[in-house]
């Protein structure tokens, strides 16, 4: 099986299109996912996961275009399915916590959770902090004495500005040693991918991201994880890397990884994406290409992911008052 991938540009927005060659099955319309984010970080691998996984299932027979609209951390995105792809019966969004966390701060605009119709999820995902492999720290526990000492000299960076999913993790970790978030020297980034350049480039020192995204790096040796922020060990390439629970520090970030559509989508379209979604969620085959990803089973859709979304958003709002962004 080979992989036939075609690159255009649309509205000043890079267009990615990628299959996985098969035989025939039943004729669809055509499909596209939106990554609200540049290429390389957790949309992208979000989009492409149901690119090709739908693909090789049979549950489309032509290439899924995968599109990428950063800006925002997603409220870009988010703006443009409401007011200009409100009722595209074809087109999926990719999201994840992070986007709970900033709707829960208002950073998408006078939007909502309410303003789209959430799809569902087919994957989850933890957070991780992570350094370069020649950093001098050989644990959680050598980065946090030093981090209590002089948390201003220590340079903190992840996709999204303060108030984001990933400025929540560097948060949190300051938290656990009574270091105030405000005191941390952090550098927001457009996505996962920029930030880990940045990390290889040593232009920050601590990288609070997502374990999916360092699976290739710990391959080859370019990353150290400090912590995953899992409630216990992963397994699989991720066995050797301890918790920061398990270090002494009440450190959690679980990620969702899902999908959702414009708000006018029809009741019929909709539930069709839901099913679509169900019966890959099923397949041998996706179970593969999720966890060569790097995702670990999460199987939620239509009015359930629904709920589930929108409790966590006022779940996160508590949130930001406990770590000060909001009175």
């Known amino acids: ?57 049979g549950l489309i027979d032509k290439p899924m275009m995968v599109s990428y609209m950063p800006g925002g951390i997603g409220a870009v995105a988010y703006n443009h399915v409401i ?5 595209d019966p074809n087109l999926i969004v990719a999201a994840s916590t992070g986007a709970a966390v ?31 492999d020649d950093a001098p720290w050989q ?30 993790k560097a948060a949190l970790t300051a938290k656990a040693v009574d270091i105030s978030p405000r005191d941390l020297r952090y550098v ?8 880990l350049a940045a990390l290889l480039g040593d232009h920050i020192q601590v990288f609070t991201g997502d374990m999916s995204e360092l699976r290739p ?21 991720y066995a050797d890397i301890p918790t920061a629970a398990e270090q002494g520090y009440d450190v959690q970030w679980p990620i969702w990884r899902g999908y959702y559509m414009g708000p006018d989508v029809s009741d019929e379209a909709y539930q069709a994406w839901v099913d679509k979604l169900e019966t890959l969620s099923e397949e041998e085959a996706f179970a593969e290409l999720r966890d060569a990803r790097g995702l670990f089973p999460m199987s939620r859709f239509g009015d ?10 006022t779940q996160f709002k508590q949130l930001a008052e406990e770590v000060g962004l909001t009175q």
């Not at 359930?304 to 958003?313: A, C, I, N, S, T």
């Open 188 to 195: 927001a980034f457009e996505g996962g991918g920029e930030s």
């Open 217 to 237: 790096h710990l391959e080859s040796g370019t990353v150290r994880v400090l912590a995953s922020l899992s409630e216990e060990r992963l397994g699989g390439p």
């Open 1 to 57: 099986m080979r992989i036939n991938t075609a690159i255009r540009y649309v509205s000043g927005i890079t267009v990615l299109g990628s299959a996985l060659l098969m035989g025939q099955v039943q004729a669809n319309e055509d499909t596209e996912c939106i990554a609200p984010a540049k290429p390389g970080g957790g949309y992208d691998l979000t989009c492409r996961l149901a690119a090709n996984a739908l693909l090789e299932t």
């Open 102 to 132: 900033n709707l829960a701060l208002g950073k998408f605009g006078q939007y909502d959770a309410d303003e789209v119709r959430w799809l569902g999820a087919l994957g989850a995902d933890y957070g991780a902090i992570v350094v370069n």
């Open 83 to 87: 007011g200009v792809r409100n009722d």
């Open 139 to 168: 644990n959680l526990d050598q980065l946090m004495e030093d981090l209590q000492t002089q948390p201003g000299e220590i340079v903190f960076g992840a996709g999204g500005t303060v108030g984001s999913q990933d400025w929540m």
């Open 304 to 313: 359930d992911f629904d709920g589930y979304v929108k409790d966590q958003v």
